[in-house]
């Protein structure tokens, strides 16, 4: 039997969902083993984890570009030595924890439980196996720090095991599996089942359309791309998630109402249904979050990609639209030119479609548990 930890932090959802689906993998899977999940900035110091998310929830909503601006900054040089060296004054405390539970391998889906690991592997304090989880589809430096000490890294494609290489990493550790994604994603659902439980209509096109939940509030861009596609796409039906942003989905229904399109057009608050709406979707519109763009791949949609936070999101986002998975509405384009070159041929869905194959990891979660516990 082995002790197992699994680390993330709650910077964004993406990096606990790709923590729970590993969990839920290894307890299927690999049941003999004590798999524990576990919020390592909470454990350190709950103060800082409690500041350090709310500024960055509140600066991905509201300043935006403040968030670009410390993404880029961590990258190298000043801010990336303090956060560094932070992580390793933190990591006096994780280290209670570590010789208490004695895991024999640590999974970590956010770079701060991995840098504080390793620091502690360096210094001789644990001897634990150490796993990274990348959960973006661009690198960045801070994933990579204590990578000497690093027994491997799993990452979202090709491209990025060659920027790992670059940096000096060990081609053995580096593993191209795609981010964890939910088995749920995986399974196969009843279509006319779905479509009657939120009164759809067969034989039309469907479009998934996410507002981006708590980020959504007053990117005006947003309604805008709604109510173009409300107004353009009198044929086909619109499935559009506010999430728990209140605010988003009045102003939805306040779109719907004005085009008369009740019956096309449904709007929901938070719903854990996604995997059933994914799989009679034909596009997505969204944010390209790490998590939702699996998610997408995985159910071959095609995206159609709003208001990325700059940083991490806009490097994916640059990734889906060269690889031709995806098209992303910038500032000043014009959303009606978009759409029209969108669906005025059906070619072109069908030709992202067949994009999103080839980068899709369906089952990524499954091979990283067996390369790490085989």
């Known amino acids: 039997m082995k002790n197992i930890l699994i680390f993330y932090a709650s910077y964004g959802g993406g990096h606990l969902n790709a923590a729970k689906s590993i969990q839920e993998c290894l307890l299927k899977n690999y049941p003999n083993n004590s798999i524990e999940l576990i919020d390592c900035m909470k454990y350190v110091n709950k103060t800082i984890e409690k500041i350090t998310t709310v500024a960055y929830r509140e ?30 004054i933190l990591a006096i405390k ?20 991995s840098q504080m690991c390793s620091y502690l592997k360096r210094k001789n304090k644990i001897t634990a196996k150490i796993a990274t989880i990348m959960t973006d589809f661009a690198p960045h430096d801070q994933w990579l ?19 790992l290489i670059k940096k000096q990493i060990s081609d053995k550790k580096i593993f191209v599996t795609g981010i964890p994604l939910s088995n749920r994603f995986l399974q196969k659902y009843n279509r006319q089942q779905i479509l009657a439980d939120y009164n759809l209509e067969e034989g039309k096109n469907n479009i998934l359309f996410f507002g981006g939940g708590e980020f959504g509030l007053g990117k005006s861009k947003t309604f805008e791309i709604f109510e173009k ?13 506010a999430g728990k942003n209140e605010k988003m989905k009045l102003k939805f229904e306040e779109i719907v109402e004005k085009y008369h399109a009740t019956k096309r057009v449904k709007v929901l608050a938070f719903t854990n249904q996604v995997p059933e ?16 763009t699996t998610e997408s791949l995985a159910s071959h949609l095609p995206m159609v990609i709003m208001n990325p936070i700059p940083g991490q999101e ?19 384009d014009d959303i009606s030119d978009i ?3 969108i669906f005025s041929d059906n070619k072109k869905l069908e030709e992202m479609k067949r994009n999103t194959i080839a980068f899709a990891h369906p089952n990524s979660t499954k091979n990283i548990c067996d390369i790490l516990l085989n």
């Not at 004695?102 to 701060?112: E, M, R």
């Not at 409300?230 to 044929?235: A, F, G, L, R």
């Not at 709406?277 to 939702?292: A, E, H, N, R």
């Open 94 to 113: 994780l280290l209670k924890l570590l010789r208490e539970k004695k895991p024999d391998l640590i999974i970590s889906t956010h770079p701060f439980g």
């Open 145 to 163: 720090v204590g990578s000497d000490f690093t027994d491997y890294y799993f990452v979202a494609n090709p491209k990025m095991k060659e920027y």
């Open 277 to 292: 709406l994914m799989s009679i979707s034909d596009l997505v519109f969204t944010k390209p979050g790490g998590m939702t």
């Open 229 to 241: 596609l409300v107004s353009y796409c009198i044929d086909m039906q619109i499935i559009a998630i």
């Open 314 to 332: 806009e490097e994916n986002a640059q990734f889906l639209e060269e690889k031709g998975i995806g098209i992303w509405i910038k500032k000043d």
């Open 59 to 88: 600066a991905a909503k509201k300043a935006p570009w403040v968030w670009g601006r410390i993404y880029n900054d961590s990258q190298k040089g000043p801010f990336a030595h303090l956060s560094s060296r932070s992580n390793k």
């Open 339 to 341: 759409l029209k070159n």
